[in-house]
């Protein structure tokens, strides 16, 4: 089961980096036959669990599983890399807001950024100077809704793929001694998705705002005599997570804090901070709570399981796959570390609550 949660885990984390040597700015070859040394210059925003060069070695452990989804029709290679064998190197720089990382990529600083899919459709709605790279939605529209018991082993890969893809999900972060809000803000979660409620805003605040739309202000609650909750919140994410010029959280951000502010009986107040902001934020007690951490819902299963039944698993997934498969999830292990990937934004001493929201990274580059 390690091997299967290493390559879908990779190609989750690091799908916006499929992008080769022509979404890079700096590429080159050897004279090597069989390996081709190819680097891109790539930007991500700060994870406060995972170093530069640890999403370094995601980015080159999801080359091999974007080359094996290539060949089953999945994904799009550059004509740089063709090679069999591929050194592939990419240098990431981690950007602590969206702005400083998309002003890079205007300046050449970087040659691609990986951001998540409604964030870039969005910035490329309202820039006409950027696009995504690839083609996200080959993944998409084979497997979204589809179950493991109705796919075929020759799609085996790509399920496991896509599903770890669309799993990144997001989640508020709390201190670990502030289990007794987590437990509220779980129940009001809990309640919105059963009531449709988050469905009802994940399109008006998301899916509808996705073209370019303004994005609305939302009024927070006054509860009279409540405690008040201050919860961080950076922008860096549109139409997720967003912050007018002017300084105005708005969106689904206030959106989601307003229906959990009224459910748990508590005032919220939102303070702004920088992606890397959170961290910080959160451990001197300058806030009470992040709106957002990334983290994924499969590999928390997973690591619930008994044992017994993650090897059942495992013999069933690793069943479904051929030999060139089992290669490239070998070699994928090799260079993540598996028991990570679920905390790669939760430093320590942090807890999170249920997931509110999930999306697939995608890069974004600019129009040639």
């Given amino acids: 089961m390690k091997k299967i949660i290493a390559l879908v885990l990779a190609a989750a984390m690091t799908f916006s980096l499929c992008a080769c040597g022509k979404s890079g700015e700096n590429t080159s070859s050897n004279n090597s036959e069989s390996t081709i040394q190819v680097s891109v210059k790539g930007g ?29 029709g999945y994904a799009n290679l550059g004509e740089d890399v063709p090679a069999e064998d591929i050194d592939k190197v990419f240098d990431i720089k981690f950007y602590d807001s969206l702005d400083s990382m998309v002003m890079a990529l205007q300046a050449g600083d970087i040659g691609m950024f990986s951001i998540y899919n409604s964030t870039a459709k969005y910035l490329c709605a309202n820039n006409d100077k950027l696009e995504i790279s690839g083609n996200p939605d080959k993944l998409i529209e084979k497997f979204e809704g589809v179950s493991v018991d109705d796919i075929e082993d020759k799609d085996a890969f790509g ?39 988050l469905d009802k805003l994940v399109k008006e605040q998301i899916d509808d705002r996705i073209s370019g739309g303004e994005i609305d202000s939302i009024k927070m609650p006054e509860i009279s005599d409540a405690d008040t909750i201050k919860v961080a919140v950076t922008g860096s994410l549109p139409p997720m997570d967003f912050v007018a010029a002017d300084g105005t959280p708005a969106g689904f951000n206030t959106a989601v804090l307003a229906e959990i502010s009224s459910r748990i009986g508590k005032n919220i107040e939102l303070v702004v901070v920088d992606s890397v902001g959170r961290a910080a934020a ?48 070998n070699k994928i292990e090799s260079l993540v570390d598996v028991e990570k990937l679920g905390s790669v934004d939760m430093p320590e001493g942090t807890i999170i609550t249920e997931s509110y929201y999930s999306d697939i990274l995608v890069g974004v580059v600019k129009k040639h």
């Fill in 44 to 72: 991500a925003l700060t994870m406060l669990n995972m170093s530069e060069e640890e999403n370094e070695n995601m980015a080159n452990a999801h080359l091999i599983a974007d080359r094996q989804l290539a060949k089953e």
């Fill in 159 to 197: 399920f496991f793929a896509y599903n770890l893809l669309e799993s990144h999900s997001f989640s508020f972060m709390m201190m670990e001694d502030n289990t007794d809000l987590r437990d509220e803000f779980n129940k009001a979660i809990d309640e919105m998705k059963k009531d449709g409620t």
């Fill in 282 to 329: 959160l451990s001197s007690g300058n806030v009470d709570v992040v709106f957002w951490t990334r983290t994924n819902d499969i590999v928390n299963e997973y690591a619930e399981m008994e044992e017994a039944d993650k090897k059942e698993h495992h013999d069933s997934m690793m069943g479904k796959l051929d030999d060139d498969q089992k290669e490239a999830v």
